[in-house]
């Protein structure tokens, strides 16, 4: 009894039958399943049956072949896979050429009226509905299976473009057009106590060409938020791209902070509002020097000028006034002091730093608010 050091080949096949017409070309694959080195060759019944090659030795081979203008339509071809792992037989139906849908345009294939809705959906979308498409289709195509009956269900639908998406679909010529916005997470700030409208866009991408009308809304909860246009559809886009515009009412916004959420199709876009502090104080360096002079950074965020008030805890610093009157952005000199008592101080300290903290209040009743800043007085920790 004969013993193999490794399993035989087995030869797999990718196609179970053959559809084509007159012209056309296609191909399949063999693929050895089983151990190995495959070799064979192919051959057909139907002599305008062509191949690229006959011959192969290899463990996965594309076979390619076209459809010669002189063959003959019927369902009564083979193609023969003979190898050292099986032979197989591949049943081949021929049809005659694919006809003109209609004389303008210029569609012989399924494949040519996937491109024609593509590029022309309004005449696409009059050719699917026009009487005539039913019987071109029955003779066209039928390598797909799909019944006639599912096309006439689809053209129940009074909305043509959907109704004409849907069959591109079923037919596996097309997947569903998908959006999605660019941003999942939108940041805001807002000045503090004031009433205004904070605006912007998103944009949205697209999956698929086609039929599409995808709503967008805003969540519940998020009243101060605004969101336009209402849907996107196919004609939203441009260049694969849209934009969905946004309004936040700050004025509508009693807190601190607020999340909200638009929905675009089924994405979900939030938003985080905050109102900024009146005043951002901060120094200049994280420690002085005794004797040094330093500043105190400050950004005014209440829309108008303010008077501020500094009082240092400790008199470790000093600045040349007890308020002032500030714009926008700026700073504010100061000296650390060099008095004898505070360099005794750090010297007895178990640090060899001092902490010095400074009270900064805003004076102005539309504005109040108050804040501590910390520094190191002495050297570095």
Do not use: H
């Not at 030869?11 to 399949?28: M, N, P």
């Not at 896979?81 to 081949?92: A, C, D, H, L, S």
């Not at 849908?101 to 590029?119: E, P, R």
């Not at 308020?323 to 750090?346: D, H, L, M, N, Y």
């Amino acid at each position: 009894m004969s013993q193999f050091d490794y399993a035989p080949p087995v030869v797999k096949l990718s196609v179970e039958r053959i559809r084509a017409r007159v012209g056309e070309s296609g191909a399949f694959t063999i693929e050895n399943a089983g151990g190995g080195k495959l070799s064979g060759f192919i051959s057909s019944n139907l002599l305008s049956m062509m191949f690229s090659s006959c011959k192969f030795s290899a463990n996965s081979f594309t076979a390619r072949y076209e459809i010669a203008d002189d063959a003959w339509p019927g369902d009564d071809y083979a193609v023969i896979v003979t190898t050292n792992g099986g032979e197989r037989v591949i049943p081949v139906s021929i049809k005659p050429p694919g006809r003109l849908l209609s004389a303008k345009s210029g569609v012989c294939s399924l494949d040519d009226f996937v491109s024609l809705a593509k590029n022309d959906p309004a005449k696409a979308e009059k050719l699917f509905d026009a009487p005539e498409f039913r019987e071109w289709l029955s003779d066209v195509d039928e390598r797909f299976g799909l019944p006639l009956n599912i096309y006439d269900k689809m053209k129940e639908d009074v909305n043509k473009a959907r109704a004409m998406d849907n069959f591109l679909i079923a037919r596996g010529l097309k997947r569903r057009a998908l959006v999605f916005p660019e941003k999942s997470f939108v940041r805001l700030s807002a000045r503090p106590n004031a009433a205004e409208y904070l605006t912007g866009e998103i944009s949205v991408k697209r999956s698929e060409w086609g039929y599409m009308r995808k709503e967008v809304k805003v969540t519940k909860g998020s009243a101060w938020l605004e969101a336009s246009p209402s849907e996107i559809t196919a004609a939203s886009f441009k260049d694969d791209k849209a934009a969905v515009r946004y309004r936040a009412n700050t004025g509508m916004v009693s807190s601190k902070a607020v999340t909200g959420a638009i929905i675009v199709g089924n994405a979900k876009v939030t938003f985080f509002l905050r109102r900024m502090d009146v005043l951002n104080v901060k120094f200049s360096k994280p420690f002085y020097e005794f004797g040094e002079t330093g500043f105190l950074q400050y950004m005014n965020n209440a829309g108008a000028e303010i008077i501020i008030s500094l009082r240092p805890v400790g008199n470790l610093i000093k600045f040349e006034a007890d308020s002032f009157q500030v714009k926008r952005e700026g700073r504010i000199p100061f000296k650390v002091t060099s008095s004898p008592f505070a360099v005794g101080r750090a010297a007895l300290s178990k640090k060899p730093f001092l902490t010095c903290d400074l009270i900064v209040k805003t004076e102005n009743a539309a504005a109040p608010f108050e804040i501590s800043v910390r520094t190191k007085i002495g050297g570095v920790e």
